[in-house]
């Protein structure tokens, strides 16, 4: 079994990002590239400008090197970083080896601003852009490893650092704490730490940066495609269930229909006339149950094809509830609720059992809602049944020839904190209103609470709505 890295060493690992195998790539690639042009040509003109400037004020005035030889130099050094993003390492390599080359031969040239400003550049760039994360740490390495050890060189084969010092006049007098010597060596130590350094920590922060970013574009993403998901699922869900449904309702009015068939069967030998009133009922059932499956089929036609995730089959279930049983729910709905019918005596029994189931579950959902979503304490239920005709005061939405059925969920209650659903529970009110071609009022109401209002239409005659 293979031994487990040290804890420093993962966190090290990880920090460098070593065992990734994330590549961090500009998004628009011609864009960035062609923006890494434009600033590596602006820097080959800065540092012409620096040199001329520097030579202007008697900089290169004791260097035995030609005009011409400074400028090349300068320009040759700032021109890699136009490939800074393309070709981040080989950038860094290029641009450091033109240090220790040119600071071994016209060192006057590296000491220039706008090379020094190259050189930190080159290296941030290399960290932040570099695609080979172990690539990187070795050439990096490398690059500091070389930059220290030419430090090191200049003090040691240089004019040291007592010479330097007798040059600053400060051999005989001490004007600080510290040993001149031992202080000027700090010092610069402490620039050069701070300006690599600072430039691979910088570089590695935006690494950590646009991983981070692109780890959560993905995140939302994959977010946004499961909220879509789980919304078809719903409708698609709700669909087999208005297809279970569609099965009872063709199950009860062939039974009507079988039934009254039989009747008129018998009565047409003895009494001719009084076989009228069942085949007048076949007729009705019939084109009832043929209106009510155009409407149901009509929801179905974007549901793919596949199993019914349901209890596997409809035999011996118990009859579907209606709008008879909305009184049923204030048992069960943990809430103080007030169920209020308003409708001629019989006029609830005779809704269609579509009609009265779909009301039964717009019902059901909110009042679960409101159990559920909203500091509410007591709704109020109530069912409407209306056989006139529509008048011509009411909104064009609700005028409906054969008159309506309603349920109304009413309560005082302000949303829950914490607690907001998914929304997809109404997905199915709404694929039922559809289906039956009503109208429904979901929302908060003007002086509180919320309101949940289905109004479907009756067909021109009814008949009881159980079998």
């Known amino acids: 079994m293979p031994q487990q890295p040290a804890g420093w060493t993962a966190r090290l690992s990880d920090w460098w990002g070593i065992d990734s195998g994330w590549e961090r ?9 062609r923006n890494d042009l434009w600033l590596g040509a602006a820097f080959v003109v800065v540092s012409l400008v620096g040199a001329e400037l520097a030579r202007s004020i ?19 050094g700032a021109a890699p970083l136009m490939w800074r993003r393309r070709f981040p390492l080989v950038v860094l390599s290029a641009v450091y080896l033109h240090f220790l080359v040119v600071g071994l031969t016209v060192p006057l040239v590296t000491i220039l601003v706008p090379l020094q400003v190259v050189y930190f550049v080159a290296l941030f760039s290399a960290v932040a852009w570099a695609r080979d994360r172990q690539a990187m740490t070795l050439v990096v390495g490398a690059a500091l490893l070389a ?10 084969v240089g004019a040291g650092i007592d010479g330097i010092v007798e040059q600053m006049g400060l051999a005989d007098e001490q004007p600080g704490l510290v040993d001149p010597g031992v202080a000027f060596t700090a010092y610069n130590l402490l620039i050069n730490v701070a300006y690599f350094y600072g430039a691979v920590v910088a570089g590695q922060l935006m690494w950590h940066g646009a991983r981070r970013r692109e780890q959560l574009e993905e995140q ?19 669909r087999l269930r208005i297809a279970r ?41 019939s084109r009832e149950a043929v209106a009510q499956m155009r409407g149901l089929l009509g929801t179905l036609r974007g549901v793919e094809d596949g199993a019914d995730p349901g209890d596997g089959g409809s035999g011996g279930r118990a009859p579907e509830p209606g709008l008879a049983d909305v009184s049923a729910l204030a048992d069960d709905a943990g809430l103080d609720v007030e169920v209020r019918v308003v409708a001629e005596p019989g006029a609830v029994e005779a809704v269609p059992a579509p009609l009265g189931l779909s009301l039964y ?21 109530v069912v409407r049944v209306d056989r006139r005709p ?20 009413l309560d005082d209650g302000r949303p829950r904190s914490g607690s907001s659903g ?21 929302g908060p109401r003007a002086t509180g609470g919320y309101r949940v209002r289905v109004r479907l239409p009756l067909p021109r005659s009814t008949s009881s709505g159980r079998p």
């Open 220 to 238: 939302a993403a994959t977010i946004e495609r499961q909220t879509a998901e789980l919304q078809r699922q719903a409708v698609v869900t709700e």
């Open 422 to 442: 998914t929304g997809l529970g109404l997905v199915g009110v709404r694929e039922r209103v559809a289906t039956h071609g009503g109208v429904a009022e979901v």
């Open 25 to 33: 790539l500009p998004a628009d690639p011609a864009r960035a590239y």
């Open 58 to 76: 008697g900089y290169f005035e004791d260097d035995p090197a030609p005009t011409w030889l400074i400028y090349l130099l300068a320009a040759v």
């Open 390 to 409: 529509a008048r011509r005061d009411e909104p064009a939405a609700d005028r409906f020839p054969h008159g309506f059925a309603e349920v109304e969920v």
């Open 245 to 285: 449904e569609l099965h009872d309702v063709v199950a009860h009015h062939v039974s009507v229909i079988g039934i009254q068939a039989a009747a008129a069967r018998r009565m047409l030998a003895g009494d001719p006339d009084a076989a009228a009133a069942p085949l007048a009922t076949i007729e009705g059932e």
């Open 147 to 156: 930059m220290f050890g030419w430090l090191a060189w200049q003090f040691a």
């Open 361 to 381: 579950r717009t019902a059901q959902e909110a009042l679960s809602n409101v159990r559920k979503h909203s500091t509410a304490r007591s709704a109020r239920v």
